[in-house]
């Protein structure tokens, strides 16, 4: 007999979104004050009117709209690309057969266990030599396929597409590459979507590589941010109305998706 979720439960679920979204408000409220807001012993509670002042300095201090397109070129491209190759691998380990498949996705799935941090320098050394380093190609091109996202995938696709109509596909004179695009990425678009999303979501966070590779007259949005705290001096409501800017594409993408997301979060659930 199925019972409605009691009091504790929606109390539980109000003050985990709650907490998720007060971070964001705090940010919301900073930033649209002045800064002399922190020097008081009581913060405010209410959003001030200043907002669009303090986002008119951002814009004035550092290259914002310039860093937002680099962000959503990096994030866009790199998911996109994350996707259909980790789709790809993810399918070959799932369903075809060839020696050396188990090592060989067993040695994908180690190189998540090998910090990034490690990989620097030769990264570095090697976009130098490409002559790549300052343009943001020297940010998509190392992560256009990564090893969770072929891990991911491959989990999915071995009970989402069924044997049988690989081979009734096969029967019907259809290629290899025929049988991926026109079987295998219906069946795994719930999944992709997922991978879609976090993949942008991280690569969009993203500080450590950019702030390595990218100059300050090119940067990415994050590098944007960290140019706003400059001096000895810290002017908080620039930086949060800043960082306010910033999250705004995200909470965008996820209202947007949201149903697509929760749909494919869902099926995921089901089949398991």
């Given at each position: 007999m199925n019972r409605r979720p009691g009091f504790l439960v929606y109390g539980l679920l109000i003050a985990f979104v709650l907490g998720s979204a007060a971070p964001l408000y705090w940010?919301?409220?900073?930033?649209?004050?002045?800064?002399?807001?922190m020097a008081q012993q009581v913060p405010p509670?209410?959003?001030?009117?200043?907002?669009?002042?303090n986002a008119g300095r951002v814009f004035e201090t550092v290259p914002f709209w310039k860093a937002m397109g680099n962000s959503l070129l990096v994030s866009g491209v790199t998911a996109t690309s994350v996707v259909f190759f980790s789709t790809l691998a993810g399918f070959a380990f799932a369903k075809l057969r060839f020696r050396?498949?188990?090592?060989?996705?067993?040695?994908?799935?180690?190189?998540?266990?090998v910090p990034t941090q490690l990989g620097v320098v030769p990264l570095f050394i090697l976009m130098a030599k490409l002559g790549w380093?300052?343009?943001?190609?020297?940010?998509?091109?190392?992560?256009?396929v990564t090893a969770f996202g072929v891990f991911f995938m491959r989990q999915y696709l071995v009970d989402a597409v069924p044997d049988e109509l690989i081979e009734a596909a096969r029967?019907?004179?259809?290629?290899?590459?025929?049988?991926?695009?026109?079987?295998?990425?219906?069946?795994?678009?719930?999944?992709a979507a997922i991978l879609w999303l976090f993949t942008f979501m991280q690569v969009w966070t993203d500080f450590f590589w950019p702030l390595i590779v990218l100059p300050g007259d090119n940067p990415t949005v994050q590098i944007a941010l960290n140019q706003l705290q400059s001096?000895?001096?810290?002017?908080?409501?620039?930086?949060?109305?800043?960082?306010s800017l910033a999250t705004l594409p995200l909470l965008i993408l996820?209202?947007?998706?949201?149903?697509?997301?929760?749909?494919?979060?869902?099926?995921?659930?089901?089949?398991?």
């Open positions: 940010s919301f409220l900073i930033g649209s004050h002045t800064k002399d807001v509670l209410l959003p001030g009117g200043h907002f669009l002042e050396g498949s188990g090592a060989l996705l067993v040695f994908v799935v180690a190189t998540m266990a380093t300052g343009s943001v190609w020297a940010v998509i091109i190392p992560w256009v029967v019907d004179g259809c290629s290899q590459f025929r049988i991926f695009w026109n079987v295998a990425v219906p069946a795994a678009r719930p999944a001096g000895y001096y810290t002017d908080y409501s620039l930086v949060l109305a800043g960082a996820f209202i947007a998706t949201g149903k697509q997301f929760v749909s494919g979060i869902m099926q995921g659930a089901v089949k398991g």
